[in-house]
């Protein structure tokens, strides 16, 4: 019963390096989400896919982009890490039907750019 | 815009002790409002939910009225237990298609035995 999975847990980058997160969820959903947690800030959507094909911006979109790569996947990628990157990054997803569908989290990846 | 605003934490308690955490929205149109929590390493997990004015969400013991005369959405158990130390969320989702929650700051709480 894996639910929402992330990959890496950790990562360390120097500024200026890039990487992808990967997520990936086994539970049919529609639509999938990424967002970064900081201290004292709560959680911040930074973009999400509605559904297949489709990849909207969040609050936060600026230094990331997004791919929605089938149903299953929905990467985010760094193309040049800043130390204001560092963070907490949760990928989730959610079922069809109204806004209410809960969302359903991966463990989060822990992400320090020096 | 939207916006989530909760209690400042951390909160301490001791086991068996009366807990709220209070939260209050600002929101157009009747948005839903959610608490989630988040165990130590874990993703989040929704707590409870409630869809309209005056709804109660409840769930292990939490439980949470939806407020519109005074915009709150606050938690609420009567005895807490030390396996409820965790950080508590309330967020709020407008009516969209897809589910793009806003988060309030999150309340860390601890409970001692």
């Known amino acids: 019963n894996a639910g929402v999975t992330q990959t890496p847990k950790f990562q360390v980058l120097k500024t200026g390096q890039s990487m992808t997160l990967q997520c990936a969820q086994d539970?049919?959903?529609?639509?999938m989400y990424w967002y970064r947690q900081d201290p004292g800030m709560g959680l911040r959507l930074i973009y999400y896919?509605?559904?297949?094909?489709?990849?909207d911006k969040g609050e936060v979109p600026n230094g990331y982009n997004v791919s929605r790569l089938n149903k299953r996947e929905f990467s985010l990628r760094l193309e040049s890490a800043a130390p204001s990157q560092t963070s907490v990054y949760f990928c989730?997803?959610?079922?069809?039907?109204?806004?209410?569908?809960?969302?359903?989290f991966g463990n989060g990846t822990r992400l320090t750019v020096t | 815009g939207d916006s989530v605003t909760q209690m400042e934490g951390p909160v301490t308690l001791s086991e068996e002790a009366f807990l709220t955490i209070n939260c209050t929205y600002t929101?157009?149109?009747?948005?839903?409002l959610f608490w989630y929590v988040q165990y130590p390493g874990e993703g989040l997990q929704l707590l409870l939910k409630?869809?309209?004015?005056?709804d109660k969400g409840s769930n292990k013991g939490f439980e949470a009225t939806y407020r519109k005369e005074t915009t709150s959405f606050h938690l609420e158990k009567g005895s807490v237990q030390v396996s409820d130390s965790a950080v508590y969320f309330c967020?709020?989702?407008?009516?969209?298609?897809?589910?793009?929650?806003?988060f309030g700051q999150g309340t860390r709480l601890t409970i001692n035995p």
């Open positions: 989730a997803s959610s079922g069809p039907g109204t806004a209410n569908s809960p969302l359903h």
């Open positions: 539970m049919n959903h529609n639509s």
């Open positions: 896919s509605a559904s297949e094909g489709t990849t």
């Open positions: 929101a157009t149109g009747y948005p839903s």
């Open positions: 409630a869809t309209k004015a005056d």
């Open positions: 967020a709020l989702s407008a009516l969209q298609g897809a589910q793009k929650l806003v």
